[in-house]
């Protein structure tokens, strides 16, 4: 049987601001009403199963990637979640491993989560070529006949043809602009798309030959419950240089769908229609004498642009990016720089997403901090108290179960309570619509680490 293995544990950090550690670019809404994610389980759509469709993951993002996956039906046990991030290699073998107790003869199909591919039905044809040639126990590769010099991805240079499927000679990396102008007029050259398809038992067989250290590993996991024991010890490697540059079982799928990896602000700016003077904009923008300029923007905000050239503009709440074009694979050396720093906006955004609904800090200030708290229809937040600041809640819209020390009160529009600090408490919509709430925080200390739990519905 086949079987999808989708890779959404990314950061994506080359698409800050936009993309943060704990909201990161698989689950935004780049293009259309759906995220990269959803938009990569429906592509699957007459190929896949979703009962076969498994996700791998951080812990972090479980409730993200239910929430967004559970209208496919894909079961929960089917989101596989690492408790950190040890690179492609691993995180592949953990699947391979988990799905061949399964199923011994499953054929994998592994897709990252935020790919842009037009016409599905090229995309599926490759798909199914790559069944095919699987069976015959190749590791399949997906190449990607280039439309540009890129020097963005990685190129696999095609070798002989063997039983009917084209062989790959070698892996390269991402090329200066010289050699990939090469790449790009010779027809042998394909980019390298980290789509693959491979019969779990073979993929594994090669772990155990080339990666002998990660494959004992994975022998010590037979169930979801052993990975956060055996995980630790793991080393991070990419299937690319751990595997594909070293086996001799590679076959190579040409295909000529259009396709980008999504990998910058670059990429992105490929995909979106532009004027006369070759500027992009997704929002209210007016440019005066300008060329070339791309402007994405979260927000109601005005974004004017005067007699600038080939800039990159991602403007969102709290934090504006400007960069050269030329420059935008380099935004994830200014995210490593913001952690140094330690500053937030590598993190999180202004408004912040819970597994019950989400938060918009409105304004903050010395000893305050106001927030717009939005809880989803039957949910709640844990039972807490802080030891460092107190809360006033006023309802907007909606009516609130409010657990306040040993009082039970119903709160609704127009109407406030008052939670002292040091009380335990707790936030709960039990009817069908969200109820929105603006608190008002007050105290020495408004970090979210001044929580205790005592009850908490997601586990926490």
């Known amino acids: 049987m086949n079987y999808a293995v989708i890779l959404a544990g990314g950061v994506g950090s080359r698409f800050w601001p936009f993309s943060r550690e704990l909201e990161p670019k698989q689950f935004m809404k780049i293009i259309g009403e759906a995220s990269l994610l959803q938009v990569t389980v429906q592509r699957l759509k007459g190929a896949v199963d979703p009962a076969r469709t498994y996700i791998i993951t951080n812990n972090i993002y479980f409730y993200e990637v239910k929430a967004q996956v559970v209208k496919f039906g894909i079961p929960d046990k089917n989101i596989i979640l690492e408790p950190e991030g040890k690179n492609t290699a691993p995180a592949i073998g953990l699947c391979a491993k988990l799905i061949s107790q ?42 990607i006949k280039p439309n540009a010099a890129s020097t963005g991805y990685g190129y696999i240079k095609a070798g002989f043809k063997k039983n009917g499927y084209v062989r790959v000679d070698k892996f390269l990396e991402k090329p200066d602009l010289k050699k990939a102008t090469k790449y790009f007029k010779d027809k042998k050259f394909f980019w390298n798309s980290g789509m693959f398809i491979w019969k779990a038992s073979v993929f594994l067989e090669e772990v155990k030959e080339y990666l002998p ?21 793991i080393e991070a490697i990419s299937v690319d240089y751990g595997i594909m540059e070293r086996s001799k079982r590679i076959a190579l799928i040409p295909s000529d769908f259009y396709w ?27 440019n005066l004498d300008s060329h070339g300029v791309c402007v994405f923007a979260r927000g109601n905000r005005l974004v004017s642009t005067v007699g600038i050239k080939n800039i990159v503009i991602a403007d969102t709440p709290d934090a504006l990016l400007v960069c050269d074009r030329d ?3 380099d935004v994830k050396k200014l995210v490593e720089k913001l952690k140094l720093l330690k500053r937030k906006e590598h993190q999180v955004h202004l408004t912040e997403r819970r597994p019950w609904g989400s938060f918009t800090i409105l304004q903050e200030g010395l000893g305050f901090k106001i927030k717009l708290i939005e809880i989803s229809p039957h949910k709640r937040l844990s039972l807490q108290q802080h030891k460092r600041r107190a809360e006033h809640w006023v309802v907007v819209t909606g009516a609130a179960k409010v657990v306040s020390g040993s009082k039970l009160s119903l709160v609704s529009s127009n109407q406030s309570i008052y939670i002292p600090k040091g009380r335990k408490h707790r936030l709960e919509n039990n009817t069908n619509q969200p109820l929105r709430i603006v608190e008002v925080q007050t105290g020495s200390y408004l970090e979210e680490d001044d929580i205790e739990r005592f009850e908490d519905d997601f586990k926490r």
Do not use: M
């Open 327 to 329: 420059k935008t694979q």
């Open 213 to 233: 250290k990660l494959y004992a590993n994975l022998e010590l996991i037979n169930s979801a419950s052993d990975i956060p024991r055996v995980w630790p010890v």
């Open 102 to 143: 399964i199923d011994q003869d499953a054929v994998l199909l592994v897709l990252p989560s935020d790919h842009y591919i037009k016409n599905t039905n090229n995309f599926k044809k490759a798909l199914k070529k790559g069944i095919s040639c699987a069976k015959e126990d190749f590791l399949v590769t997906i190449g």
């Open 260 to 286: 980008t990896d999504l990998g910058s602000w670059g990429a992105l700016a490929e995909i979106f229609p532009k004027d006369k003077k070759g500027n992009i904009a997704n929002s209210d923008t007016l």
